[in-house]
C-alpha cells in the first residue's frame, strides 16, 4: 500500500481539526438558539397563557357592571324601559294639534292641559265642573298666552245621545279641525275596600264612567277620525288594569274592561290610520282636591310617581306612538312585570299579597310597600 507522505498527512490531520472544530461551533449554536428558545417560551409562555384569562375576567366585569347598571336603572324607574328609552315628548307630533282632554277640571287632566299647551296644541277641555274648567283654562293662557283653548262641559255618564251633541261639538270647534288626540282621562275611583263589600251604587258608578261613558265617547268620535284617515285615542287605565288589585276590585275590573277593548280597537283600526295609547299609572301624587282618594287613605311612605311626571310620561308616549306603557315606582312596576311575563308566579304573589293589603287599606297603611310582599302579617 501506498502510504501517504508527511505532507498529506499533515494536511489530513489540520482538515480534520478544522471539521472537528466547526462541528463544534454548530453544535455550540444549536445549544445557544435552543437555550435562547427555552428562555423565550419561559419568558413568555405564562403571559400568552394569562391573555385568554385576562380577557376572561374582562368580560365577566363587563357584564357584572351591566347589570349592575340595569338593575340600578330598574330600581330607580318610573316607568317601564321603552317608555323610558323614548326620551322628551315630540313637539312635532302635538303642535297645531287639537287635543281633546277629559277630567281635565283637575289632577292629570288639569297637568296634561298645561303641558299639551305649552307644545303648542289646541285644547278641548272638558268635566262636569264647568267652573274649574275655566279655571284651569284661566292658568294655561297666563302662562301660554298664545294658547287656544275651549271649555267643553259634559258628563261621562250621560245617555248615548247626550254623549253624540258633545262629540259634535267638539267636532266643530277650532273651524271644525277635528279631533286629533282623545285623551280618555276621565276616570271614577272609590276608596279600597274588599271586592265583597262593594255595593250595586259602585259597581254601576264606576262601570258607567269608566267603562260604558268612555266606550259610547270612542264609537261615537271614530267614524270622524276614520273619514279623515287620521286620529289617536290615549287612554289613562291604570296598573290596576295590568295585574290584580286586591282591595280595588271593581276599579281593577273596570281599568282591565277598558284594556281589553281599546287593545281590540287598535287591531281592528291600526291599518286605517287610528292610533291608541293605553297608559297605565300605578300610584300617582295628585293634590288632595284632585282625587277620590283622601290624604287620610294615603300613608307618608307611600312612593308615588308626581302628576308633572306621569303627564309628561304620557304625551311622550303618545307622541312616539307607543301601544302600551307603564308609569310607576318599584315595588308596583316590578310586580307587573312580574304579571305580565310569569303569570303564575304573577297570580302566586297577589294571592300572598291579598289579605294583607285589605287590611293595609282598612287601616289606612301603605298599600304598595315591599313590606306587602316580603313582610310579615302587619302590612303598615
Not at 54 to 81: C, N, Q, S
Amino acid at each position: 500500500r501506498n502510504r501517504p507522505t508527511p505532507l498529506q498527512a499533515s494536511q489530513t490531520k489540520h482538515n480534520l481539526k478544522f471539521s472537528a472544530q466547526r462541528l463544534t461551533r454548530s453544535q455550540s449554536l444549536a445549544l445557544t438558539s435552543h437555550q435562547n428558545s427555552e428562555r423565550t417560551r419561559r419568558h413568555h409562555g405564562p403571559r400568552t397563557a394569562r391573555q385568554p384569562r385576562m380577557l376572561l375576567l374582562f368580560a365577566l366585569l363587563a357584564g357584572a357592571a351591566a347589570a349592575a347598571f340595569l338593575v340600578f336603572k330598574f330600581a330607580t324607574a318610573d316607568g317601564d324601559f321603552t317608555l323610558l328609552s323614548c326620551g322628551r315628548p315630540r313637539r312635532d307630533k302635538v303642535d297645531g294639534k287639537v287635543v281633546w282632554i277629559t277630567g281635565a277640571s283637575r289632577g292629570i287632566g288639569e297637568v296634561l292641559s298645561m303641558q299639551f299647551a305649552s307644545l303648542g296644541a289646541k285644547l278641548i277641555l272638558s268635566a262636569r265642573n264647568k267652573e274649574e274648567l275655566e279655571r284651569v283654562k284661566r292658568n294655561i293662557i297666563s302662562k301660554h298666552p298664545d294658547s287656544k283653548v275651549e271649555v267643553l262641559p259634559m258628563d261621562l255618564s250621560s245617555d248615548e245621545e247626550s254623549l253624540k251633541e258633545v262629540v259634535h261639538s267638539a267636532e266643530s270647534l277650532f273651524s271644525s279641525a277635528g279631533i286629533d288626540y282623545m285623551m280618555h282621562n276621565a276616570a271614577f275611583e272609590r276608596p279600597k275596600r274588599g271586592a265583597l263589600e262593594e255595593t250595586e251604587e259602585g259597581l254601576k258608578a264606576t262601570f258607567h264612567v269608566n267603562v260604558f261613558g268612555t266606550i259610547t265617547l270612542t264609537r261615537l268620535l271614530a267614524p270622524f277620525m276614520l273619514d279623515r284617515g287620521m286620529g289617536h285615542f290615549v287612554v289613562m287605565s291604570s296598573a290596576a288594569g295590568k295585574v290584580p288589585t286586591p282591595g280595588q276590585a271593581l276599579y281593577s275590573a273596570s281599568k282591565h274592561a277598558l284594556n281589553g277593548y281599546f287593545a281590540s280597537l287598535r287591531s281592528e283600526l291600526c291599518t286605517k290610520g287610528i292610533k291608541v295609547t293605553v297608559v297605565c299609572p300605578g300610584p300617582i301624587e295628585t293634590p288632595v282636591s284632585s282625587g277620590a282618594t283622601s290624604s287620610s287613605q294615603r300613608h307618608s311612605s307611600e312612593k308615588r310617581v308626581s302628576v308633572e311626571r306621569c303627564a309628561e310620561l304620557t304625551i311622550i308616549a303618545a307622541t312616539h306612538g307607543l301601544k302600551e306603557a307603564w308609569i310607576s315606582y318599584q315595588p308596583v312596576l316590578a310586580v307587573m312585570y312580574v304579571v305580565q311575563y310569569m303569570p303564575t308566579i304573577g297570580c302566586w304573589l297577589m294571592d300572598k299579597v291579598g289579605a294583607k293589603r285589605v287590611d293595609a287599606a282598612a287601616k289606612k297603611g301603605n298599600a304598595y310597600s315591599w313590606n306587602l310582599l316580603f313582610g310579615g302579617k302587619k302590612s303598615a
